[in-house]
């Protein structure tokens, strides 16, 4: 079995051994006509993906998709804001050199993005407190981060019941156990926080706990302000 890599020095090895492999213009082929991937077995479908081939397969013709968050024009086509547009306009004027960045990513970008989130005039910025890097989208921050505690003698991570499907996956993959802590009473459509709360109190010390900053997923539920401080200082507590 092969795994292709991309980078340009893959390629150009890859190139010289597909040329030695050649015998009387042909390329050599494995022996076996069975398919590398015929043991590995195929993960369960992901819901909202399902959902979107589900619709797209839908011959209904007044259909509405509210599955993914993502703009879309009366056509059901997606829908490019005009601000965007606008940015890509002044990227390519910059005419920028495509350079590598490095391991931790574009460090003006990263730093521009840490002000945004947190503020220019945040005690936590000011005094060097916060740091960060440029990964690939949330899931790919999130892989990134439960590989680094875990490499740091992290055990296991609480996620919020529920939370996004694929974080289980992420962090159990990363080498952590998974732990859930309450968030959301279905009965109620409301949130659970006397229940979470005790959940926090109840951890052991040194835990990791993964918080949605904004527009839980998928509850869209989130605390107030004075909840938040509550969570900041039990959190400290708690340690």
Do not use: R, Y
């Given at each position: 079995m092969v795994l292709l890599s991309l980078s340009r020095s893959a390629l150009r090895q890859s190139s010289s051994l597909i040329q030695k492999s050649r015998f009387n213009g042909a390329v050599a082929r494995s022996m076996s006509t069975a398919s590398p991937w015929a043991n590995f077995e195929m993960a369960p479908p992901?819901?909202?993906?399902?959902?979107?081939?589900?619709?797209?397969?839908?011959?209904?013709p007044s259909k509405v998709i509210v599955g993914v968050g993502a703009y879309r024009d009366d056509a059901g086509k997606p829908y490019v804001l005009p601000c965007i547009r606008e940015a890509e306009k002044l990227m390519m004027a910059k005419n920028l050199d495509m350079e590598y960045t490095g391991i931790a990513g574009e460090p003006k970008f990263v730093d521009l993005a840490l002000k945004f989130v947190y503020g220019e005039d945040s005690?936590?910025?000011?005094?060097?407190r916060v740091h960060g890097v440029q990964a690939l989208s949330g899931t790919g921050g999130l892989r990134v981060f439960g590989e680094l505690m875990q490499r740091h003698g992290h055990k296991h991570i609480y996620l919020p019941n529920p939370t996004w499907g694929n974080h289980n996956a992420i962090f159990s993959n990363s080498g952590l156990a998974v732990h859930k802590y309450r968030y959301y009473d279905a009965d109620s459509s409301d949130l659970d926080f006397d229940n979470m709360m005790k959940d926090f109190k109840e951890m052991p010390e040194g835990s990791i706990v993964?918080?949605?900053?904004?527009?839980?997923?998928?509850?869209?539920?989130?605390?107030?302000?004075?909840?938040?401080?509550?969570?900041?200082?039990t959190v400290k507590k708690q340690k």
């Open positions: 992901d819901p909202i993906v399902g959902l979107n081939e589900a619709f797209a397969a839908d011959d209904f005690l936590p910025m000011q005094e060097n993964l918080l949605h900053a904004c527009a839980h997923n998928p509850t869209g539920m989130d605390p107030t302000m004075e909840q938040w401080k509550e969570i900041s200082d």
